[in-house]
């Protein structure tokens, strides 16, 4: 059984910087593409951006464009969401997400993922 961890949120001043990290369990990273999603207090979930498992591929929100980016360390299983210029609007639950596919991902949220985090705290405020 897959399971996802995240970590890292926290509260930060608009225009600051967070990483959050997604520690995989279960398998190795090289089988799922991972997605990364938050949902905000009273909104639905939406995504920000995913990664493949192979292949280097990276789709972005257009709101997170240019601002967030994604990593992954095989050696830890671990998947990273690099969040930079921070806004008032990127507050919510952040949530990462695997997908067994190897060359593609979505951000929708009615893609297919299978396994989910139980969610990490990010606040940005003054």
């Known amino acids: 059984q897959l399971q996802l961890v995240e970590s890292g949120g926290g509260l930060v001043h608009p225009g600051g910087s967070l990483t959050l990290s997604c520690i995989v369990s279960?398998?190795?990273?090289?089988?799922?593409?991972i997605g990364w999603f938050r949902q905000a207090p009273g909104k639905e979930r939406e995504g920000v951006l995913c990664?493949?498992?192979?292949?280097?591929?990276?789709n972005y929100a257009d709101s997170v464009k240019d601002r967030f980016f994604s990593s992954r360390d095989k050696s830890k299983n671990t998947v990273f969401l690099e969040m930079d210029r921070l806004k008032p609007e990127d507050t919510g639950v952040y949530y990462c997400?695997?997908?067994?596919?190897?060359?593609?991902?979505?951000?929708?949220?009615?893609?297919?993922?299978?396994?989910w985090g139980q969610g990490t705290q990010v606040t940005v405020s003054s």
């Open positions: 997400a695997a997908l067994s596919a190897y060359y593609w991902c979505s951000t929708s949220v009615s893609t297919g993922y299978n396994y």
């Open positions: 279960g398998s190795s990273l090289d089988d799922y593409s």
């Open positions: 990664s493949t498992a192979r292949g280097g591929v990276t």
